[in-house]
């Protein structure tokens, strides 16, 4: 059986009103989302590639690839790794490659086991209190090392491979934020070599897939990190990827143009975030449409604002009045 009579079996397995569209794709009612009224759609609105195992659903918008579609689908980790590893392998291949012909990045033949993500399946309750839902967290895979007493952020590269852990500190160690390498061998797993994170577009594969299967105008929010990120997902953002960092690299910058999509600058309002504003907008003004958002009045003079400091009426309003690069050259 190859890939595409594979991945068909799975959507005919899961999904509802399985129809071909073309040779290599499939419709299907969305699995996500319901009608306003809260009854099942029954129109197929939702796209699976039988190749690549990218899917799109035109009303909800959600993405992904096969690995992230059988999470969400509440298949469990272990029957993943058991079952479907190698046709989520074989697909990724078909992905297009990632953003880092340079330099060196995370062997792709030798991603992090999917199973350690088993060991920080804790509440991060911190998060919790901070407004995140649990939907979301779990959208994330966001989790808790109790050896090391951090909130862990699963971050994953292009194709949707397990590229390494990022912790946040929740008892003030320093640095607060940091990609695991030596923690690894608490696990015994051996120690793993820290990755240039400039090479990683955080949420960058399960975006890609949207700009990948709609046709029309497709909005981008790019942030600084994680939260933020998480954020904006939350509510409603969902096209939304992260620097991990102020600063715009170009391996990232070369992704965002290959995606071809409208993108809404975001960063943190504070000297590192302007700075990295400036230094984006300067990069991009030459090869792709962007905007950059303006955080509202009650927040524009506090130094330390973030997206998570918004509301969902306040993150659409500040959408619809992003500036382009020429306004916001001229607010100064």
């Known amino acids: 059986m190859d890939i595409s009579d594979e991945i068909y079996s799975i959507a005919t397995r899961y999904l509802y009103r399985v129809s071909r569209s073309g040779p ?15 009854s099942q759609e029954r129109s197929p609105s939702f796209a699976l590639s039988l190749t690549k195992g990218l899917y799109f659903c035109h009303a909800c918008e959600e993405a992904g690839n096969l690995y992230t579609l059988l999470r969400h689908l509440d298949v469990s980790r272990d029957r993943i790794e058991r079952q479907y590893r190698d046709l989520i392998n074989a697909a990724s291949r078909n992905v297009p490659p990632a953003p880092n012909p340079l330099r060196p990045r995370v062997v792709e033949e030798s991603p992090l086991p999917e199973g350690l993500l088993g060991l920080f399946d804790l509440c991060p309750i911190p998060l919790l209190e901070e407004g995140f839902e649990e939907q979301t967290l779990d959208r994330f895979e966001v989790g808790f090392d109790k ?25 003030g160690a320093r640095p607060r934020y940091k990609i695991y390498g030596e923690e690894y061998t608490a696990w015994g797993l051996p120690a793993r070599q820290e990755w240039d994170k400039r090479t990683v577009l955080y949420n960058a594969h399960v975006v890609m897939p949207a700009v990948y299967y709609f046709t029309g105008r ?32 170009w ?10 999509a409208v993108v809404y600058l975001f960063l943190d309002n504070n000297e590192p975030g302007q700075k990295g504003t400036a230094k984006a907008a300067e990069a991009l003004k030459r090869s792709i449409i962007f905007r950059i958002i303006q955080y509202p009045a009650r927040l524009r003079h506090v130094e330390e604002a973030q997206p998570s400091d918004l509301t969902s009426v306040e993150l659409n309003k500040v959408k619809e009045n992003a500036l382009t690069y020429a306004e916001w050259i001229r607010h100064g």
């Not at 290599?24 to 809260?38: E, L, Q, S, T």
């Open 218 to 249: 497709v909005d981008v929010f790019v942030v600084e990190g994680f939260k933020a990120c998480m954020w904006l997902v939350q509510h409603g953002l969902t096209n939304t990827v992260a620097l991990m960092g102020s600063y715009l690299s």
């Open 24 to 38: 290599y794709d499939i419709m299907a009612v969305c699995p996500f989302h319901r009608k306003a009224d809260g």
């Open 147 to 171: 050896d090391h007493r951090r909130i862990t952020f699963p971050i994953r590269d292009i194709k949707g491979n397990l590229a390494g852990v990022s912790g946040r500190s929740v008892v």
């Open 251 to 260: 391996e990232q910058q070369w992704l965002l143009e290959k995606m071809g």
